[in-house]
Structure formats: structure tokens, C-alpha cells
């Protein structure tokens, strides 16, 4: 061992005891003929002191930033404390040192405030990885790593590894795959999810099974999405839905306590998606606050003709409404003295290309119960006060109104109210708010092709009431005019989503394990019968053989340490993160390989042909 | 739930509970108007009593194997007590039942014994994994997979994800490649291990770092390889290698405990990979036994011709020894009593042509302190007798010897050693014996390259009195038949191999932390600066800015999990391996893929064209 303690264990009751530390140098102060260094390592900093004898050897070979010292001295009170360390209260005055590597000028400092940009920092991430605010990120990452597998291990899940090198089966994202030399012209993929393997496991009797694993996904990137991912991969057997809502609020809470030392004693809050389409605009609500939407006018497709019912607004002149297929509105708190300037802004706001709206509306509800709008021409007063009530508007608020196509609409209001609830401060960064939403529909409809998509995976199981409906009707959409009528467009699925501030950390699923009903599945998703066998045979083949009830949940570990670490970057909480081309920069990959590579994986580069 | 309890949970406490199981139809047993099930699940076995009635229920729609029961019913005491079982002083009356899912007859029978051929498992994994002797082998890996982390834990290590799209640098073993469609033309690789990263981790400051994570390597498949596999990956700074070897012996002490129960105590013997070879022909010696070889004759290169000293054997007109390069003999405790039959065996063992010998001599050490041996004729009994001594026997010692080319006749020896310990029984199951091996050559020399090759890896120090050597020789090689004489063939490496009952189950090195020794490392495996620094230049760069001495080591984790279940293949302690062809035969994987994909990849099939 090059030390006898770490740099921030030492304490004013180790005075006089001899050590021995080793870390980086991060700042050197000379004073006359002494010189203060702090030495850093992963646990803390201490301060060595250089007396008049050292210090002229310090004079000859100077220390650097970065430097790696290795220095042995007895433990001083320091005569100037620093409350601000634990090792505030001592210093070591130095007997002895050895500089045991040299470090030249970093490309930006090692602090928390950082002068170093994205891309300075991403090329040199060994060294962004020193800065304190990256060192916690991981601790944190690691925390939650811990507290979720002894949570899950004191519930008798089993940790299973699967494999990562799997078969091929595009369904939603694209698979990065994986040339075979030794079965030349096929490929391997990597998983996008463990999903059918945690089911064989089931199905095997495993029971319960989880994994901390790594996924792929070869997506074109938005900004903080990652070719690969962590997943908290979780599978239970012989559990309903409300078995599996209990067991991971419960993983949840513990990682609270845990991580964060937060007791989440409440009981999860639970939510179905149309409520939350309704009411928050999104299906995955930030529920620190209300602001819940209000609906002034709704679009309801009647005979395959679209009707928008509004009877409170409708017919009073004001072509904006009367054309809408909806308008939406939230009733902001205390806001209703806003100057002009300030509701200007907010019509720029949702002007913008990110939102598209064409404008804003608002009724200022006065705290002398008078109101006052942008509409007034339109809207007389006791109007103005009906709309006020069904927004559930009190004194002071500050309704605000946006109007058009239902989708776009309904995104812009969800985005509005987040922006408010930012600016007014209720979306707190300490406090955390979980969510179950469930009752997603099980189908979406995909126009162009004329069938039915999976909206969570192909394996989710409809709610039990309704698996009847979906065995004994054909899935084919016979007329794509009134796909709304078919009964499949009514189908629930058996699937909840685990929402946390606004963000899904989680989701997953009761899943079919019945052959038939996975069939059924399958063609309503319009594959073959022959398709379905190559792809998923071997799942088909397994439900044969006496498969449990059972289902599962997958929680999204990059951004779960995300949220807990109060940032809105997963980036921040990944060592070695990919930038949006999906490159290492670090690394400079991907890159070219050898021409003998490719010989011999028997592919060769077809670049620039379309 | 499905379920109040398990099916191994109940226990004669347990009388007269309502209890609801669920689990797998093991055997169904009829007496009359009375029929017994055995559910499995996970847990264990409970017997289920069917009577009068609900036995007309089952004769009418019968349960067959595998099916999936869930029943309720009362716990009673067994009127036949099963003592090889923890559930079997009770049974449960049943009271009603529901079939969960059926099961068509499985292919082979879901027991220990099972008649069911290795092809026909590894197609339907999902039923092996339902056997016993499999289930109890992924409880033992996780078992082992939460001792380690605990262990690691506890010792300040912190696991770090590392990314698996990473860049090639094929060194060594072949790269799994995977196409990038972001960045046409361009791959990532999949890593044959963390290893630059968590060095990196050091440079960052991370001090003590794990992971249990798989590794991908394209090799060509021998029996009991996988093309992925997973490791205990581990690295720690500061540390020098004593440090090390104390640190993770304490590892697999610690799993020895937690999972076998096992106190191991002693200190891990340490042995110098000179002796491992002289002594036991490998760099693995299994220590359980002893029968060292002795080494009768020697060969030497002096000044570049190769000499043989043997002064005990050579001369005596036995054309088999004076013209071997090397004769090594062992003594086979307890065997001088051998038929002419159990010694022509013996010699036709060695005659394989694994094996590859010529033949085999024997001296017999009778009892009565006499000799006898196959070469009587050329050697008098007063020279047996000094043989004898030489080779270390004892009245009652078989003794062996091979002769032949020196690298051959070791490995044949040492293989004769293996086989003789597990013939007489001293290769024991239950008997752990733990080795480091030691002062491995730091290089081999390439003949065909005429250059140097890592033994370990390229990132492995030399031992600390051998970098000056390192540092101040050039490393090419003028003269390709001196290469014995070459500085760079006597530098030993700071590495170490863990090995277990003549397996290695780990290893790992002190790393060089300074670029001027890494630059010296690349130049001398014959890579050009260029390519040093297109490979491995982030590594360079980062031992630039102070990096500290550090160290680690790597767990064959399939293969540590083998052994401690004392099975010779790593396969059946991996939930769903591939076989020899790189192949997972449930899945069908590798296939091939759509058009499409390959046209997203910029790439196309160049089949056939060597």
C-alpha cells in the first residue's frame, strides 16, 4: 500500500500519529518558506504543510496540479480550521514525499465550477471523471445499483444473467447486430430489452428474476437518449398486476430511504392513462403540482365524422374557438395581476416552433372577483366568470387558454403548464412524487399500414376482462375509416408505467402465456403465421409446456440516478457516455477496421449506394 | 398472488392451515378413488391429496406433467413420513384447484437422471433449466455473483459500468464488431474485457473499482468456451502487488465461506511460475496432490545449440533417453504393485494421440525395497535404486517416465500426473487448494513476427527491478536466433494467477502507469507509433496527467462457479449458453437478416469469395 489513510479520513483525534497519504495535488500555496498543499484523493482532501527544509526542494522541482504525491508527516492541528471538510481541523506536516507521477497542465480545472466545455470534457473524461460533481453522480449511481439488488434479494428475486449475443427480431426500434465469423452471413443481435429471455425464465419456474443489465438500441439519438442503457430488469411469476404495483413501489421506497434517506411512506398514487391524458396533457404526469387542464371543448369522432362539443364558448363570434376541434386551458395561481408584458412573453412562448401554437388566450381572475381577458369583445363578463368556474379558477389566478387540433393542442397545453409550474417553483428538485398509470390502451393504430401496433411490446397481456374480447374478434381492420369502432381499439392493456416528477422511470406488464392469445397477438400486428414461428418460435413453443401467469416490470437506471441526482442530464450519471452521433470521443470509436476483419466476417462496405 | 406459500415452506407447524400453492405437476399418483400430486416450484416439493371427490373431477379431465396447478387446501400430517425431504411430514388436503396452464409432454423428463441427450436440452433450455441439478447451479452463481459483491463492497469498491460499444483493437483474441448505421463505413467492438477503462478509472481517481460483467472474444470455440463470458473484474490504485494477492485472496475466501461453507483459513500458497513448471508441467498446478516430476534430464541452449544433461540415465545404452531432449518422471504413490496389464494400459494412455508419446518407462519400488523396471536391461538395480531417489519415491512408488522434445514430454507428464491423482483419488471434489502462480515471463517470442508478444497483456508491468532492463533496452531483436540471450526474454512481469484445484480461475497484473514504459511495451509487440497511438492513444494521453501506480485482476466467473459446483463444464452454469458452433440452438441465433438492415448498415454479404 503506497498510504496508511485515505484523504478524508483523518481527524483532530489522530494528532501526532505518523501516515502516510497519496492523491493529486490540487492546489499548491507557497507562503515565504512554507508551502500548503491539498492533497485529493476519492475520499476527501487533507492539507499538507512543506516546512522550511521540504520546501526547498519543492523550490527546485516544483509541484504541478494533478501531480501524484505519495507524502508521510504527523497528523498537526491546523492553527486556521476549515469547517467546510470533515478534515478541516488538522494538516500534515510533511517529513518526507515522492512524487510518484507528474501530470501536465489539465485541458480545463478539476473543479466543481469547471472552465472546460461539453466536448473538451467528453474528450478528456478521465479527467471530467476527477471533478467532484462527476465523482458524486457515480457514488450515487452505485448507491442505487446496491439498494435496489439488496432490496430485490431480500424479496428472493435472483440475479440471471442473459445472454447479449441473441437473435435478430426488429419489432419498434432498430437491433445493432453482430456478424458471425463462425456462421458466415448471419448475425447475432444485441438485446433491446432481456424481455423474452426473463419470460423463459418464468416459464423455467425461476419465479422471480432480476438483473441490472446493459440494452442497445440502434435509434437515431435525441439529445440524452444512449445507444446503450441500464436496465433494473425485473419478472415474477404467479402475480396479478396488484402483486407487481406492490413489490417495486416498494423497490422504489427503498432506494428513497436509502439513496436519499427520504421516508416515502404514502402509498403511490395511481392514475389511468386517459385521466392522465385528460387532466396533464401527457401520460406521464409531474404531479408536485395540480394546474390540471381543463377541457373547454372537446373533439368526439361520431360516424366517422368529427364533432367538437363546447357549450360554453361555442357561437360567441370569436372564429379562434368556434373553429378549434379543442381548446384546453389551466388556471395558474396567483398570476392574474401578469403586466402585458409578461402575457406578450407567454404568447411568444407558445409561439415558438417547439410548442407551434398560434396564440394565447387568458382571464384574469381579479382578486376583486372581476375577470379580464385577452377575448373581452367576445366574452361578456358572467361569461368570462362560467369559464373561470369550469377551469376550477379561483381569485388571482391566471387562466390561460390554447386552441386547435386536439394532439397538438393537448402537447402544447402539457408544456405550458410544466412551464409554469417551473416558474412558479413548484417542481421542487428535493421533493418526489411517484405515479402508477395504468390502463393503456393495448393497441395503437398504424394508418399506413392498416394494423394494429403494440404501444408497450407484443407480449403485453390485454386487462383480464378483456382478453375475451380480443380472442374472439378478428383483428383485421376491415374498414380503416372506422378502425375507432373495431373492438380491438378498445382493448386495456394489463401494463402500467412508474412516473417519477414528471419523468417514466419505469414500465411494464402482466404478459400474455397462453399460445393462443400470444398468436392472436402477433397476427393482429400483422405478422405471418410463418413469421411469427421464425422469430418467436422458441416463446410459442415454451407457453406450450405448462407457462405460469406472470409479468414484470423494467426501470430505466440512467435516468432513475438521473432524477435522484437532481439533474436533467443522464449523461452526467454514465462514465463513458456516447454523444448524440453516438460516438465515444474519448475513444474515437466507432472506427474503421481492418480489411482482414472484414474478409473474414465475410461482409463488405457498401457505402454511398442509395 | 397465485399462492399463500411455497411449496417448500410448509412444515408440520403448518397443521391444519389454509394454504393456496402453485406450481408445476411433478408426478401424479393414483390409489384408487384417492390421487397424489407432487407440485415443484422453485422452492421445493409438496404433496397434494386429491380425494373421492375431486378425484371424479380429475379422472375426467387429467393432469398430466408439467402442467400448471394452483390449489387451496388444508395442511395435514403425512401418514407416511418422506425423510429426504423438508416438506415431507405433510401434505395438503386439497379443496379446490385450478389447472393455470397445461403442458403437452415434455421431451425428456424434468429430473436429475434425465433421459433427455444434450442437443434435445440445449433446444429446450427452458425445460433443463427446470431440473433440479440445473437450478441448483444458477442458485450456486448467484450465490457466488452477491458473496463477491458483498465482499467488495465492504472493501470500499465501488462498481462502474464501463461501455460495451466499444472501439477495436484487436491484440490478441478476434473482436466481435458491430456496424454502425449513425457512422457509415464504421464499427464499435464489442470488449474481450473492461480493461483500458477501468484503468482509466484509476487516472480518474476511482481508487477501488468491480464489476461482474460479460466480455465478448471471437475465438475459435473449443469444448467449454463461450464466445461470451462473464468476469469479476477488478482494479485498485495505490497498491502494490502484495496488496493485491491479500485483497482478493480474502475474495475467494469469502465466497468459499458464503457458499460452501467452507473455512479457508491458510495462507494461498504461492508458487513462482518457474516451479510450477519444473515441478508440475503447467502453469496450473492442481496442489491437492503432490507427485511432483523430477526432472531426470534437461536440455539447455548454450550459445545457441541446444545440450542435454542427464547424468543419472544417459550412457547406459538406452538409445529412448540418451537421444530425448528431456526425461521427467513422477512417483505414483502406492501402484508398485501394478499388473503387466495396468502398465501396458498406462502405456497405451500416453500413446494417444492427445497425449502423443512414444512410450513409457516404469520402475517398480517393491515393498520389500527391491526394483524392477521395464528397463532392467540397461540399468542395474543400484541405478533404479538412484533414479528412485532422484524422482523422490518411496517403497510402494510406481514410477513413471516420459521422454521425448522438452515441451511436449512436460505437458505429457503433466497430464499423466493429473490422471494418475484422479485415478487413485486425490483430485477430491470437495477439496479446495488455492495457488498463486507467479513471475510469469513478461514476453514470448514470436517466431514468425520475429518480435515480442505480451504473455499477459500489453498493459502489464514489468516487476520493479525489471523496468530499468525494460526502460534500457532496445527491444528489437537483431538476431532472431540469440533470442533466448535478448534482455527483454529474462524480464519477468508483475503478474499473478489465481488458480484452484489446477484450474485458473483469475488473473491480473500490476499495470504500467507511465507512458514512456507503455511506449516501450507497443514498440516492443512490433507496433508502430502510429498505430500505438491510433489504438490505445486515450490511454497514453491519460497516463499524462498523474496517473498512480495501480493494479488488479480478473475472475473467470463461469468457469470459478464450475469448480466451487464441481462440474467440469462451465455450460451448465450459464442459463442459456451457446454450443461449440457459437450457436444458441433454442433461439436459432446467429440468422440471417433483412435486406433492410444490411442496406441500413452500409454493408453487404461477400460469402464465398476466399
Known sequence: MYRSHTCGELRIGDVNKQVTLAGWVQTVRKFGAITFVDLRDRYGITQLLFGEELNKVLDENPLGREFVLQATGLVAERSSKNAHIPTGEIEINIQSFTVLNKSVVPPFTIQDDTDGGDDLRMKYRFLDLRRNAVKKNLELRYAVNRSARNYLHENQFMDIETPFLIKSTPEGARDF?????????????????????????????????????????????????????????????????????????????????????????????????????????????????????????????????????????????????DNAETVLAIAVPGCSEYTRKQTDELTDWVKRPQIGMQGLVFIKCNADGTYKSSVDKFYPEDKLKAIAH???????????????????????????????????????????KLLWVMDFPLFEYAEEENRWVARHHPFTSPKPDHIEVMINNNPVIENAEKYLEHPYNHIKANAYDMVLNGNEIGGGSIRIHQRALQEKMFTALGMSQEEALHKFGFLLGAFEFGAPPHGGIAFGFDRLCSILGGSESIRDFIAFPKNNSGRDVMLDAPSSIDDKQLDELQIQLNQGQD
Open 177 to 321: 447486430v453482430v456478424p458471425s465469423r463462425m456462421n458466415p452471413g448471419q448475425f447475432y443481435a444485441l438485446p433491446q430489452s432481456p424481455q423474452t429471455f426473463k419470460q423463459l425464465l418464468m416459464v423455467s419456474g425461476y419465479d422471480r428474476y432480476y438483473q441490472i443489465v446493459k440494452c442497445f438500441r440502434d435509434e437515431d439519438l435525441r439529445a440524452d437518449r444512449q445507444p446503450e442503457f441500464t436496465q433494473i430488469d425485473c419478472e415474477m411469476a404467479f402475480v396479478e398486476q396488484e402483486d407487481i404495483l406492490n413489490m417495486f413501489e416498494g423497490l422504489i421506497k427503498r432506494v428513497f430511504k436509502d439513496v436519499k434517506n427520504i421516508d416515502y411512506t404514502e402509498k403511490v398514487a395511481r392514475m389511468s392513462w386517459e385521466d392522465a391524458m385528460w387532466q396533464y396533457g401527457n401520460d406521464k404526469p409531474d404531479i408536485r403540482f395540480g394546474m390540471k387542464i381543463a377541457n373547454l371543448k372537446s373533439a368526439f369522432t361520431r360516424n366517422g365524422k368529427i364533432e367538437a362539443v363546447g357549450e360554453l364558448i361555442n357561437g360567441a363570434g370569436f372564429g379562434v374557438f
Open 390 to 432: 369550469a377551469a376550477g379558477a379561483v381569485a388571482g389566478d391566471l387562466i390561460l387558454i390554447l386552441a386547435g387540433r386536439e394532439e397538438r393542442t393537448r402537447k402544447a397545453i402539457s408544456e405550458l403548464r410544466l412551464e409554469m409550474g417551473k416558474r412558479l417553483g413548484f417542481r421542487k428538485e428535493d421533493e418526489f
